[in-house]
């Protein structure tokens, strides 16, 4: 059975730091594109952050560039996403999702073969 376990998320303020993290099982960790999506209330699921297989190569949407950064531990089977300078239209849930044999490149909901159940980060002003 595929378990996608976020964990990581709260409340912070506006300029703070927040260290997502993403544990699998049941899946070989390595064969797997990973990513973060989020969803803010009324809005569609948007793209965040991608690693591919190795953890060699790294993408960011631009509203997160510079500020968020993706990693992942394929010995511990876990990928990261380190949130610096939070601000609030950061504030959503955070879906960790892995995309079999992906490319960073297309790495999309539609693409997506196993997702986490999310996890709530609120950023206040």
């Known amino acids: 059975q595929v378990q996608l376990v976020e964990s990581g998320g709260g409340l912070v303020q506006a300029g703070g730091s927040l260290r997502l993290s993403c544990a699998a099982s049941?899946?070989?960790?390595?064969?797997?594109?990973m990513g973060w999506f989020r969803q803010a209330p009324g809005k569609e699921r948007e793209f965040v952050a991608a690693?591919?297989?190795?953890?060699?190569?790294?993408r960011y949407s631009d509203s997160v560039k510079g500020r968020f950064t993706i990693s992942r531990d394929n010995a511990k089977n876990t990928v990261y996403l380190q949130m610096n300078s939070l601000k609030p239209e950061d504030t959503a849930v955070y879906y960790c999702?892995?995309?079999?044999?992906?490319?960073?490149?297309?790495?999309?909901?539609?693409?997506?073969?196993?997702w986490g159940q999310g996890t709530q980060v609120t950023v206040s002003s």
């Open positions: 999702a892995a995309d079999f044999g992906g490319l960073v490149a297309r790495f999309r909901p539609e693409s997506i073969d196993y």
């Open positions: 049941g899946v070989t960790f390595s064969n797997y594109a």
């Open positions: 690693v591919n297989r190795s953890g060699a190569m790294t």
